[in-house]
């Protein structure tokens, strides 16, 4: 059995994004809901879950799930919400209506889905962010995911994973994350 997290530790606030570097990652400010304390020394990592529906990579444009399976997902992404981990949450349109950038040749060539050449697709994903790696996969064992589906977990990696010389290359990408 997955542990998990105890359900409402925290809200989020919304407040302005404008200048406040690093809000973006928690769309808000994070505050104590019915005396579940906040750590300040609680160590968080960022994690995307790739949801890789087999099929997907040959679905029709306009391709959607079906209602209830979207209605179960909404619990299982309210969930995520209301436990203070979600950042950002998307499905993505099916390969068939989107298009790809090469560079084999040193020059961009778009290419129009969908893409023979392709065998797993992402279908949507979310952006969590949690204690460990461990709390990732538990979250994503919960998801309400068909047999066909398959979650993908990903760490982003942070400025400080990164060694010195990185870090100064990517002088300013800090404070251009925050813009967004």
């Not at 404008?18 to 104590?32: K, Q």
């Not at 990732?136 to 064992?141: E, G, H, L, Q």
């Not at 977990?153 to 100064?168: G, W």
């Amino acid at each position: 059995m997955a542990t998990r997290r105890a359900a409402k530790s925290f809200e989020i606030i919304p407040r302005p994004m404008s200048g406040v570097p690093g809000v973006n990652r928690h769309m808000g400010e994070r505050r104590p809901v019915r005396g579940f304390p906040i750590s300040k020394t609680e160590n968080k990592m960022r994690f995307m879950m790739l949801m890789i529906p087999r099929g997907y990579e040959t679905a029709a444009p306009g391709a959607t799930p079906p209602a209830e399976a979207v209605a179960a997902m909404m619990k299982y992404n309210e969930a995520l919400k209301e436990a203070g981990v979600l950042i950002t949450l998307d499905g993505l349109h099916p390969p068939s209506s989107g298009v790809r950038v090469s560079f084999e040749s040193g020059k961009p060539v778009v290419i129009d889905g969908p893409f023979t050449e392709s065998k797993e697709v992402i279908g949507g994903y979310w952006m969590i962010d949690v204690k460990s790696r461990e709390e990732a996969i538990a979250w994503a064992k919960r998801c309400p995911a068909a047999n066909n589906e398959t979650i993908e977990i990903r760490q982003v990696f942070e400025m400080t994973d990164f060694p010195p010389d990185v870090q100064k290359a990517a002088a300013g990408f800090t404070e251009m994350q925050a813009k967004c």
